[in-house]
């Protein structure tokens, strides 16, 4: 019922009469990379894609807000700022945190490196989180990542210590108490 | 020839692992690294780190893009949403006549403390930021906004215009709050998508001035000014949302004095940072 009420007003707000632009060819262009940026930092392929799909919806609307620069740059501070906008209403819910792949069988197969790294990952803040993957995985310069978060070079650089000192230390073995609940 | 000796700060270790350090520090940082070998397994850890993360994800940008997401099922759809907007409104008319006729038997109830107030703004503001496509229900452009959040709440509203700080009003909606009353939030955007909203309730608590509250990332000023209390919500940046917040206050005051404006405020700042 609840979604009859609401209005997706931002949706038709796509302008009809916008000329074909290397602006749309650009933000094709970086749909692969968003992807991968949201599936890392939502671990879920239909939250990811979710994000995607409204980053762009988002990014067609604003296209007249886009005074030229790094179109890249521009689509990663937008699904940025979804992302946190989303883990802030998440962190008003109850967490809700599934125990049972703890014990899956393939907790010392094949499989292991790419958990532990995703564990690792879940661990941190989400604006350390931003800041790794933007520029482990996205290959964003320091500078584009101050822009992305809205803070300075030194923040960034900040939150990327934090984050590799905290994965560091997950990897190393100093993981929570849940690994030895068998 | 001169070595430089400058010891090798960890912000250094990171730059030279990310292709950020500056070229005539990257002998000294080699250097340092041969004749410490602390630091240099802490690289080696750093470089598995992204090996690994990209070993993880990588592979996503390969994957054939989902219909969904192509540009041109983006755009298609953007004649169907019309049909909902259109229910939408409706809705929006029903869910502010129940909340209406709700608050109508509550208006005597006792004041409420503004903790209470400033929370209520916080649970709507992080209910709401999150609503990507349906954050408001009357958006901006409606004549009937102001008029019917004013004629529920029970007091003149005014959506400020905050155009001078880069925010665009997206719209406002209806809420119920304590004691079945009525509460109305505007929510307003950047162009890189940062939410802000406004939220507006009668409050008998005295006049006041603009108090800054933070708490678990959000912040919040509230202020009350005849008998109705507003809540600017928004990211934890004091001074900023202070502005805003003093700009907004303004616009409210000449509103209810016209032809008097003062601006000396030295809180009204108009860059965009």
Redesign the interface.
């Known amino acids: 019922m609840p979604g009859?009420?609401?209005?997706?007003?931002?949706?038709?707000r796509?302008h009809?009469s916008v000329p074909v632009s290397s602006f749309?060819t650009d933000?094709?262009t970086a749909?692969?990379?968003l992807?991968?940026y949201a599936?890392?930092l939502t671990r879920n392929a239909e939250t990811a894609?979710d994000l995607?799909?409204?980053t762009?919806?988002?990014a067609?609307r604003?296209e007249h807000?886009?005074h030229g620069g790094e179109i890249r740059s521009?689509l990663f501070?937008?699904l940025t700022?979804?992302n946190r906008?989303?883990l802030?209403?998440l962190?008003?819910r109850p967490s809700v945190v599934s125990l049972t792949d703890q014990d899956a069988p393939d907790a010392s197969g094949p499989e292991l490196?790419?958990r532990?790294?995703?564990r690792?990952?879940a661990l941190l803040v989400e604006d350390q989180r931003h800041a790794?993957?933007l520029?482990?995985?996205e290959g964003l310069?320091?500078r584009e990542v101050a822009e992305v978060q809205?803070v300075p070079i030194g923040t960034v650089?900040s939150r990327?210590?934090r984050a590799?000192s905290q994965?560091?230390a997950y990897?190393d073995g100093e993981r929570p108490a849940l690994r030895r609940i068998k | 020839m001169m070595t430089d000796n400058t010891p090798v700060t960890?912000?250094e270790l990171?730059?030279f692992v990310?292709g950020?350090l500056p070229d005539d520090r990257k002998a000294a940082v080699e250097a340092w690294l041969a004749s410490h070998p602390d630091d240099a397994a802490?690289i080696a850890?750093?470089r598995t780190?992204?090996e690994?993360?990209?070993?993880?994800?990588?592979a996503?940008?390969?994957?054939q893009?989902?219909e969904?997401?192509?540009?041109a099922r983006?755009?298609r759809?953007?004649?169907r949403?019309?049909g909902?907007?259109a229910?939408?409104?409706i809705?929006?008319f029903?869910?502010g006549g129940v909340a209406g006729w709700m608050g109508h038997g509550a208006s005597a109830a006792a004041p409420e403390p503004s903790a209470q107030f400033i929370e209520q703004a916080m649970?709507a503001h992080?209910?709401y930021?999150?609503?990507?496509?349906?954050?408001?229900?009357?958006?901006a452009g409606e004549a009937h906004l102001l008029p019917w959040l004013s004629r529920r709440v029970g007091a003149t509203l005014r959506a400020p215009d905050l155009a001078s700080f880069g925010l665009t009003l997206?719209?406002g909606r209806l809420l119920p709050c304590q004691s079945g009353a009525a509460a109305a939030l505007f929510m307003y955007e950047s162009?890189?998508?940062?939410?802000f909203t406004l939220y507006a309730a009668r409050l008998k608590d005295g006049q006041s001035s603009l108090r800054y509250t933070e708490n678990?990332?959000?912040a919040v000023v509230r202020w009350v000014e005849s008998d109705v209390g507003y809540a600017l919500s928004g990211p934890p940046d004091k001074t900023r949302l202070k502005s805003i917040a003093r700009s907004a206050y303004d616009q409210m005051e000449n509103r209810a004095a016209p032809g008097n404006r003062s601006s000396n405020d030295p809180l009204i700042s108009r860059t965009k940072s």
Request: hydrophobic share 50%.
């Open positions: 009859v009420f609401f209005p997706e007003w931002l949706c038709c796509l009809r749309r933000i094709e749909v692969p990379a992807r991968r599936r890392a894609d995607v799909q409204e762009l919806v988002r067609l604003s807000l886009f521009w501070t937008i700022n979804l906008n989303r802030r209403s962190a008003r490196g790419g532990d790294i995703e690792a990952l790794l993957l520029v482990v995985l310069s320091y809205g650089m990327l210590a590799r994965i560091k990897l | 960890e912000e990171h730059a990310d950020e802490l850890a750093w780190q992204a690994m993360i990209r070993a993880r994800y990588g996503v940008a390969s994957e893009v989902p969904r997401l192509t540009l983006l755009m759809n953007g004649g949403w019309k909902i907007a229910a939408a409104a809705g929006a029903l869910v649970n992080r209910l930021i999150n609503e990507v496509r349906h954050p408001i229900e009357v958006r997206l719209g162009g890189s998508g940062e939410r678990n990332n959000l």
